[in-house]
């Protein structure tokens, strides 16, 4: 593990676990890389100085949002318990969406600046948000999007609550929207009631590197909201990126987070020099993420050894100056004839392996239960099942055991609910990504 941390910067730190060993011939290497992150100097400041952050609210003002009205009147109190939770110095705004985007606060395409002026006048102005029609969520987007972008904060975020389809847009727009978005703000987006696309959501959460999640019941949205602001103001690093270079002869097979979610960031690589590309992470505060890496190398005899892969920390710099690492860790390969080191799997290798396979097997689950296929289902689902046990992910346990009654968890033996609330189902789906940390032993 290596440390570079300048007094005025977070300090990163890069830790590598892994089996090195490879019989002979063997290719390919997998490796979690732990990546922590702690505010240390700059967190003070980043509290003081609120400016280096802005934020802008979407909220949902379809005319659904109206059935119950409960709805409508959480969304609001959830709005202004978010702007309650602002730090002084903060730019925000409010957007109300339908099937087009509207400035609620300030309005005349700017941001605020939250004190206790604005955050009141801001409030005032939720008072006036009322239901009424269509859902066009890439309108909001594009909106908050110019908005964050006359913005010279780091730290540039959205909030996004809606509960209904994007029915008014067609699919390719908001791909397109969120392609366009992807780097320049994160962005969380939170589904109310049961009326909505989890994918919709969940997709729109992991392209803009945000979290996503399910507010069944809308008394809840308050907290929801409270906790989720609060975790933005933590943020005090922007537009982080885990670098890897791998050596001539080398291929990335993929790179994955894997905690404390599952998202593919493979897709996602910019190069970044001779057989160097970055994937981009995201927004920093005290926090800690793995990420699963694998490389297929060059196949060798027994006893030679190489640098397989060089995973280190970056923040943007200007255009064609190479960035100093803030940390950095090696992946190694080294071929051996010693047939159980060769053979061993690294724990926290095998504990992510079955993390994103639990994932995995419940999307593919529920998807089979949705088009009737009762064998298809109960097969993946008993599989999450036995995996959730096996890791100890015992939220996930719980929101299993509400889709499926489990004969035996160890073997993965259940029975599909005949009935299933939909709250129940779309939570399980919603959060089938959420992992947990591999046991310390």
């Known amino acids: 593990m290596a440390n570079f941390a300048k007094p005025s910067a977070p300090r990163f730190s890069v830790e590598v676990y892994q089996n090195e060993f490879l019989p002979e011939g063997g290719r390919d290497v997998h490796a979690i890389v732990t990546v922590t992150s702690s505010g240390g100097a700059t967190a003070t400041a980043a509290r003081v100085l609120g400016q280096d952050a802005a934020v802008v609210i979407m909220v949902d003002c379809s005319g659904s949002m109206d059935y119950p009205p409960d709805k409508m009147r959480g969304a609001r109190e959830a709005t202004a318990a978010a702007i309650d939770t602002l730090r002084d110095g903060t730019a925000f705004a409010v957007i109300a969406g339908t099937h087009v985007a509207r400035e609620v606060y300030p309005g005349q395409g700017r941001l605020a600046t939250a004190d206790p002026a604005t955050r009141a006048r801001a409030k005032e102005a939720l008072r006036a948000l009322t239901a009424g029609g269509g859902t066009a969520i890439g309108t909001w987007l594009r909106l908050a999007d110019g908005l964050l972008r006359q913005s010279p904060a780091t730290i540039r975020h959205g909030i996004l609550l809606t509960d209904g389809r994007n029915e008014h847009e067609e699919p390719a727009v908001l791909r397109a929207t969120l392609d366009a978005c992807a780097g320049r703000f994160t962005c969380d987006a939170r589904g109310v009631g ?59 097979q993929y790179v994955k987070q894997v905690a404390p979610a599952v998202h593919d960031l493979t897709a996602r690589r910019t190069e970044a020099g001779p057989r160097a590309g970055d ?18 190398v060059p196949g060798a005899a027994v006893g030679q050894e190489m640098l397989a892969a060089r995973a280190s920390l970056v923040l943007p710099g200007p255009a064609g100056e190479p960035q100093p690492a803030l940390a950095q860790g090696l992946v190694r390969a080294v071929w051996t004839d010693d047939l159980a080191a060769s053979t061993a799997i690294s724990p926290q290798v095998a504990h992510y392996t079955g993390q994103a396979e639990l994932a995995q097997a419940i999307q593919q689950g529920l998807e089979a239960r949705k088009m009737g296929d009762v064998d298809g289902a109960t097969a993946k689902l008993g599989r999450a099942v036995q995996l959730a046990s096996v890791s100890g992910n015992a939220d996930t346990a719980k929101l299993l055991a509400k889709v499926v009654d489990v004969v035996d968890a160890v073997a993965g033996t259940v029975r599909l609910k005949a009935k299933v609330a939909d709250a129940d189902e779309m939570t399980l789906e919603t959060r089938s990504t959420q992992t947990v940390r591999v046991k310390k032993t």
């Open 279 to 296: 994937y981009p992470t995201g927004s920093w505060g005290d926090e800690s993420r793995e990420y699963h890496v694998c490389v297929r």
């Open 194 to 252: 049961t009326d909505w696309e989890v994918k919709e959501v969940t997709g729109i959460a992991s392209a803009l590197l945000g979290s996503a999640d399910i507010v069944a019941d809308p008394a809840h949205l308050t907290e929801d909201f409270t906790r989720v602001m609060e975790n933005v103001m933590g943020k005090e690093v922007a537009d982080v990126a885990l670098r890897l270079w791998t050596p001539v002869g080398v291929e990335v």
